[in-house]
């Protein structure tokens, strides 16, 4: 059974920065502390959310270790570990320590544009050799690709390791299409804040969110309301929410939230190039949800 089998919510958790740009080990700290300590059910380590593809390979380990020693077992861990190229990606999978841990998240191929055989392939020589039960991320907003329903379905049958989607792609129906026809046991995640509590209501696993890295008690509640079936506890509080995702989104991710993490003293702003932090006006908009959520 996977480890995240019952779980509702997990988080996407930011890189923090210091001023300078050098990773904020401590402040990784304080928000891995602040997570567990508010609820959030299990925590994503250098997802797209994490700025991955700007660190180096000596930060992205540090950060790792970091997420272990700190979590302690505590919660389960996901390790993001995706890239565009398959046979360097098998290569990682092969030899980077996974110890702490309890899942892999690997997104689609991103900037190549595979074809939806293409991505069936990659996935499964991807379940050859993973070292932990992987879950696939498909988000084709960033990568240039949605990975069908029929695809990800044909994935759910035939691989022995890949154990749940984090669907991103915004559209309930496809999603609603890999609810029905999913083999059991198979989870299907949304990776969509603006549509994962319907998403559950329809029959989803929960959700893998950027939003409830700086307001997870009050996402958290959305998505418990949405699997326990009550609808207009759901629909109330993805009332409350949808004003705030549009902004955490309104100048890229992750942005928006690490200007609510810095709002929330939890961290700085700052975010690597090609991206550039949350402008006054965004963060000014963000400071009344953090004064009266959670």
Do not use: W
């Not at 998403?199 to 326990?228: E, K, N, Q, Y």
């Not at 100048?251 to 975010?271: F, H, M, Q, R, W």
Request: proline content about 5%; charged content about 20%.
């Amino acid at each position: 059974m996977s480890a995240l089998k019952g779980l509702s919510t997990g988080v996407a958790v930011i890189t923090p920065f210091t001023e300078e740009g050098a990773v904020d080990f401590d402040a990784l700290k304080r928000i891995i502390h602040f997570l567990i300590d508010e609820g959030i059910d299990y925590l994503v380590a250098l997802g797209t959310t994490g700025e991955s593809v700007t660190l180096t390979t000596e930060e992205r380990n540090a950060i790792f270790g970091t997420f272990v020693r700190e979590v302690n077992g505590r919660v389960p861990l996901v390790m993001g570990l995706g890239g565009n190229n398959t046979a360097t990606l098998i290569h990682e999978f092969q030899h980077i320590d996974t110890k702490g841990f309890d899942a892999i998240l690997s997104v689609t191929p991103y900037y190549n544009r595979p074809s939806q055989e293409g991505l069936y392939q990659h996935y499964m020589a991807l379940d050859a050799v993973t070292p932990l039960p992987l879950i696939m991320y498909n988000v084709p907003g960033r990568t240039g690709v949605n990975m069908t329903a029929e695809t990800t379905l044909r994935l759910a049958n035939n691989a022995k390791h890949i154990f749940a989607v984090k669907d991103a792609s915004g559209d309930l129906n496809q999603g609603k299409e890999i609810i029905s026809n999913a083999p059991e046991g198979f989870l299907v995640l949304s990776g969509d804040d603006e549509t994962a509590i319907p998403l559950t209501l329809m029959g989803g696993d929960g959700v893998i969110s950027v939003a409830a890295g700086g307001f997870p008690r009050t996402f958290s509640a959305g998505i418990r309301a949405a699997l326990a079936k009550n609808k207009e506890e759901a629909n109330r509080i993805t009332t409350t929410l949808l004003p705030l995702i549009d902004l955490l989104f309104k100048e890229g991710n992750p942005a928006g939230i690490k200007a609510v993490s810095a709002l929330k003293n939890l961290s700085t702003d700052v975010v690597r190039l090609p991206l550039v932090k949350a402008s006054e006006g965004l963060t000014a908009a963000l400071r009344p949800f953090v004064d009266q959520l959670d």
